[in-house]
């Protein structure tokens, strides 16, 4: 997997996959452009230069893992792989992952320019404002913010906004059990400052792992070194020594003034809704800036799905619920879709090959309840092994057809949920609820049992090289 970020835009525009547009003011124009375009299919990568107030080069990324394909690219695939088995070779990586601890070196483009102390002015790089609604200029979307646990020094990599307080303060905006956080409630217990590193701008394959729940105590990056079976190179911060990747475009670092909080927010949210108004969060105060010539930010649009996010939320969280429940002994699990539309935590299929009564509930509860699928969820759905989860016709169709609502379907209330459900909000105490819907057939039913009215494998073989040969003579 690649580590450069100008590499990665290279081939990219080789491609025809990149867009350059000039002009787009960073107040609400660039998220309103990324938005429009980013839900059309196969839209390309959006990089904005030339924007108003700023000088030329300093640009902003959007879109860059917009597209199934791009995603499969950014890990090494073949762009045209159908989603279910990009889906299962990131199963399989998780799966079989060996760490790569990353390399730390002494050198690397990102240390090539540096503001340090008074020289700090966040106002000379293009953060957009997303939305007219959102409470700031957000100079982090994409980003990788890189902290130690105060006792073992062990580093975490974890993907979160930023938004610009004033010219050299940021802020820090974590929900609770995240391990980040219980990094900054370690250092806030010992009364101390924690040091941070916000990478603002680098290779979008490391998205993939800054937005995962990886296990507290292992670093994101020897992750990321293990599904690419490279390490990543990393340099330390001249200030606090956080590993940060040699190639990033733009990293702010500074420290978590635990006790110094000022309003943040609103932002649009991953479902598509703003939760709250703005929230007393902690500061950050920047000490220093590094970044390459004309850095890029990597934006990320968060808006309501679809949405970048959600197309490569969705292949990472599937691949990852698939691992969790195979390796619970819940197979043979045939896939696993963490819809988009639905914020991929909200809609979660399991296709499965049922072997014994009650397997399918099985399933369904196993999803609902391990890690990869156990916070905010709210529709699971189990299919049959003939059904292609990512596909929302295939589901309906199994849903509507093989499931009865009085027998199929069973609700748990009480479940992990928070306070950003759009359904419920902080009146709930942090819970909702869960509908299992079973939507296999019965078990041991009868192969005559309502047949499915279709075509065999050769039949369907046959019938497109019929239809390529009639398409070449059509175009004769
Ligand atoms: C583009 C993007 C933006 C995100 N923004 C936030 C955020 O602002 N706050 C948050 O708590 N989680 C956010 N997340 C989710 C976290 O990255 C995710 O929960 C991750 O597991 C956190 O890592 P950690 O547990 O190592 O701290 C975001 C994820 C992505 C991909």
Known sequence: ?????????????????????????????????????????????????????????????????????????????????????????????????????????????????????????????????????????????????????????????????????????????????????????????????????????????LLIVGGLNIPYGTCEYDVWGGLAGEPLETVQTPLHGLPVPAHAELVLEGEVLC???????????????????ARQEPLIRVQAVHHREQPIILGVGTARPPSELMTFWSIFRSALLWDQLEKAGVGPIRGVWCHPAAGTRLFIVVALEQRHPGHARQSLMAAAALPAGAYMGRYLVAVDADIDPTNIDDVLWAMSTRSDPARDVDLIRGAWGGPLDPAVGAEGGGLNSRMLIDACRPFGAAASHFRVAGYSDEERARARTLWAAAHKERAK
């Open 1 to 205: 997997m690649q580590q450069d970020l100008r590499l990665w835009l290279r081939q990219t525009a080789e491609k025809g996959e990149l867009v350059t547009l000039r002009g787009v003011h960073w107040r609400v124009e660039i998220g309103a452009v990324a938005d429009l375009v980013g839900k059309q299919a196969d839209s390309p990568a959006l990089l904005f230069d030339d924007i108003p107030d700023y000088p030329k080069g300093y640009r902003v990324l959007v879109n860059a893992l917009g597209t199934p394909g791009r995603v499969a690219h950014a890990g090494g695939l073949p762009a045209e792989l159908p989603t279910l088995e990009v889906v299962a070779e990131w199963k399989r990586r998780y799966g079989s992952l060996q760490l790569v601890p990353h390399h730390t070196g002494s050198a690397g483009p990102i240390l090539d320019c540096r503001q340090e102390g008074n020289q700090v002015d966040l106002y000379r790089f293009p953060s957009p404002q997303w939305r007219a609604g959102d409470g700031g200029r957000y100079i982090g979307t994409g980003t990788l913010c890189v902290t130690r646990d105060p006792e073992t020094g062990a580093a975490n990599v974890g993907t979160a906004r930023v938004m610009v307080h004033d010219a050299r303060h940021v802020f820090y905006r974590v929900s609770s059990g995240k391990d980040s956080r219980r990094h900054f409630e370690a250092w806030q217990r010992a009364g101390r400052a924690m040091p941070i590193a916000i990478c603002c701008g680098q290779h979008p394959s």
């Open 259 to 277: 006790d110094q909080l000022a309003a943040e927010g609103p932002f649009g949210e991953w479902s598509g809704y703003y939760s709250r108004e």
